[in-house]
């Protein structure tokens, strides 16, 4: 087991990857535990329960959702949507030691993953250290990741999708010096959108119906929340979207094809605005935009829609609407340049012209699998070994006619190349961590593995496709 430096000073009083029973007075139980300049500036307690929520349904639905308690740390830590079954959005600044307690008072085994983030294998949520009901979980963590949109969720082997289906999820918003320079759309100006599908049967409850396509819904919530339309001003918006859902991918546009600029990603700023009339929105990718309401009149409706996801088979839908007032917002102007990002060098990578093969694909007798080979709690095959400090080539393929976006845990990556099967139109720009392999695609990620040794996963974000085996570990020694 390894740790850097950095995180030993934090874990060296409290065994690494405790488990910590609970307390009443948890600033108490904790603040002894860390040297006097090792402590923490933002402490969180979540715990993962079962509540009934109105959602905007008039019915109380069964859920399990994650409540917030912030024990230290600035008040907007932790934000929260009224009758909302999303766990709160949690804030913070890179550079921000992080300790979040978690409490499971679920009725089955969970743990919680930050998607996006990179900490340590003690800190990533890995499968193998659920805690049972009533146990509660130490992470301990400096916010290593630039500015951007990131979320949480659980992590349970082979119970993710079930888990993240009943409300078990909520987003990470990380805020940085140079993201404050450029002066974006803030307040009100600042929307973040989480997009989920649930089944809800007659009774107003959720129904978990999985096949090798996925869980998908009959309904789309907002920010865990059933309200669809949204009231503007008139000025520049800042807008994230985080595709919450288990299975549904998203063909986005918006109406009458007006121009959508992107400015982030799952990595967070671009560093030019990328101009875009549609895009393939997968399961678990954020994506930034701005959008000006300001040429509108009040009470133009502007909808973000999806559009079949193959041209000519089924109709588009409404995912949600702006409804533009008569206010006029703060001024803020469109940057010319967003950030310095660097485009990591090919020659980097230690195999750019012999890439590690990924082959997604289905096998009898274990269901999904990555290169026939399904999840095994503490195995590695060979190439699934990466030396520390290395740069590597990997290329997911997909032989089959569904589409599988590819996450890999631990650093953001980037796309190097991607040949297209039929369809055009994925999100490849900037920083990565979770990318859409469409049928017949072959896609190349470069990745730096510098930052933790230990064991990660890499997984289809299809959340059934990953509870049916489609995840594996690989080990940076
Ligand atoms: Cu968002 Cu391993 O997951
Ligand atoms: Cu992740
Ligand atoms: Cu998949």
Known sequence: MSFSRREFLNKGLLGVGATICSSNSWASATTKLFLKNDEPNIIIKLTAKQQLIDVGEGIKTKFWSYTGELIKGPKKTLQTTNGSYLGPTIEVRSGDKVRIIFKNELPEPSIIHWHGLDVSHENDGHPHNVIETDQTYQYD?????????????????????????????????????????????????????????????????????????GAFGNKLFINGTSQKKFNVKQGLYRIRLLNGCNARIFNIAINNGQEIKQIGSDGGLLERINKLDRFYFAPAERFEFLFDFSKFLPGDIIKIESLPLVEGRGTKYTIMEFEVSDEAGVVFKEPLKLSNFTKIDPNEAINLNSPKLFELIPKRGVGWTINGNGYEADRYEKYEIIKFGDTEVWEFYNPTGMPHPMHIHGTQFQVLKRYSGRLQGCLDHGWKDTVLVLPGDRVQVIKRFNTYKGTFIYHCHNLEHEDMSMMRNFKII
């Open 141 to 213: 963590f400096v916010v290593e990741n630039r500015a951007g949109t990131y979320w949480y969720h659980p992590h349970p082997h082979g119970r993710t999708g079930f888990q993240v289906y009943q409300g078990l999820a909520g987003l990470f918003v990380v805020r940085d010096k140079e993201e404050e320079k450029l002066n974006l759309p803030s307040g009100d100006q600042e929307l973040n959108l989480v997009f989920q599908d649930r089944y809800f049967n007659e009774e107003g409850q959720l129904e978990y119906r999985r096949s090798m396509m």
